[in-house]
């Protein structure tokens, strides 16, 4: 599945992009696999293809929000910048802006509430 691999291949990377011997490969495969369905789910929910949530450095507001609540629900499994670089990011405070945007979109009444309200029930 090419949609696996570069998330893998991601995975596997350093910040500056080299493959490296320690950091993100010491990931067990358990995270790894939830980092991935997480990915999936998202791309799903938002109608996405998830290589573009990780690859695309621009895109339509469905994509920039998918990329958004992927930084959301992934926070706490690796670190914020090694998180906005997996995401296609560059900066460190990506992961932060992006959870202050999803904070406000997605109280209810606001844009994103329903679809994270389900992804949250898959989640939680």
Request: charged share 25%.
């Amino acid at each position: 599945n090419t949609a696996l691999a570069i998330i893998r291949s991601r995975l596997l990377r350093t910040p500056t992009g080299r493959l490296c011997g320690t950091g993100m490969r010491e990931m067990r495969m358990s995270n790894r696999s939830h980092i991935n369905q997480v990915i999936q789910s998202v791309a799903d929910e938002f109608g996405v293809d998830p290589i573009t949530i990780i690859s695309d450095p621009r895109g339509d507001r469905n994509l920039t929000a998918a990329r958004a609540v992927c930084a959301w629900m992934l926070q706490g499994t690796m670190s914020n910048h090694k998180l906005s670089r997996l995401l296609g990011r560059s900066g460190k405070s990506y992961v932060h802006d992006a959870m202050s945007r999803i904070k406000v979109r997605s109280l209810k009444g606001g844009d994103l509430y329903e679809p994270v309200q389900r992804l949250l029930a898959r989640w939680g």
